[in-house]
């Protein structure tokens, strides 16, 4: 049911974005597996587009774009709060829509508001709860609002989803730290830097928990473990 969706959106971004067309025709639409994938790839194109016309083009590029890919536009360049507005009418006019549910969560953890974030998280794995990042979202938020046990669920059905999944990996691996078990907590560090060699979150973790563990078995400190983010 996607391709419909997907083919729409590149016909109109490629018939109202003439001067941009030959990029924006880079992004390869036909190998793309799933919409989310997609989702992805357009606001990563249009920061790219931006950095090569200016900033001045944005508006124009934003009354281009549907209103879901306009928040997943202004999400990515750091604009939380007026992405927000976009999902919130995405969820309103289309409440079966899962990915704005789930971008609507995003924007509510960035404005640090983890119970609304949850909320809209839990809506929608309701919809589609096949899709490992929101299960790794709904985790973050949990975990903030300090229901960790409910938190390590919810990544570990991120994980059974896609064991490759390194951030969840890295998420569980501190709850797992943090209630003292530090075989779990170890296999899930040391695979989140086997997927994600170069990210520097996981790495300082992983440096962390053999520093802290060498040779003792005690908890490690929260404010010594980097905080996960989405």
């Known amino acids: 049911m996607y391709l419909p969706i997907r083919e729409m959106t590149t016909r109109l971004l490629k018939?109202?974005?003439d001067e941009y067309s030959n990029e924006i025709q880079e992004i390869t639409f036909?190998?793309?597996?799933?919409?989310g994938d997609y989702f992805e790839?357009?606001?990563?194109?249009?920061?790219?587009?931006?950095?090569?016309?200016?900033?001045?083009?944005?508006?124009?590029?934003?009354?281009?774009?549907?209103d879901l890919i306009r928040g997943r536009v202004l999400l990515a360049l750091g604009e939380s709060q007026k992405a927000k507005r976009?999902?919130?009418?995405?969820?309103?006019?289309?409440p079966h829509n899962f990915f704005a549910w789930n971008d609507l969560g995003v924007c509510h953890l960035q404005g640090d508001k983890p119970t609304e974030a949850a909320y809209c998280f839990f809506e929608a794995i309701k919809l589609l709860d096949k899709i490992p990042v929101f299960w790794d979202n709904a985790g973050e938020a949990l975990s903030r609002l300090g229901l960790h046990e409910e938190a390590q669920k919810c990544l570990e059905n991120s994980l059974d989803i896609d064991p490759n999944n390194a951030m969840s990996q890295n998420k569980l691996?501190?709850?797992?730290?943090?209630?003292?078990?530090?075989?779990?907590?170890?296999k899930c560090l040391e695979k989140a830097v086997e997927v994600d060699p170069k990210?520097?979150?996981?790495?300082?973790n992983l440096t962390t928990f053999y520093q802290r563990t060498e040779g003792q078995n005690r908890k490690t400190s929260d404010d010594e473990i980097g905080r996960a983010h989405v």
Request: zero cysteines.
């Open 199 to 204: 990210n520097s979150l996981f790495l300082n």
């Open 30 to 35: 036909s190998t793309t597996s799933h919409l």
């Open 15 to 17: 018939q109202t974005l």
């Open 86 to 94: 976009y999902f919130n009418k995405n969820t309103n006019e289309q």
């Open 173 to 186: 691996g501190i709850i797992y730290l943090k209630n003292g078990e530090f075989e779990k907590a170890q």
């Open 41 to 66: 790839k357009v606001p990563t194109k249009i920061e790219q587009i931006l950095e090569t016309h200016g900033q001045n083009v944005l508006p124009k590029i934003l009354r281009t774009l549907p």
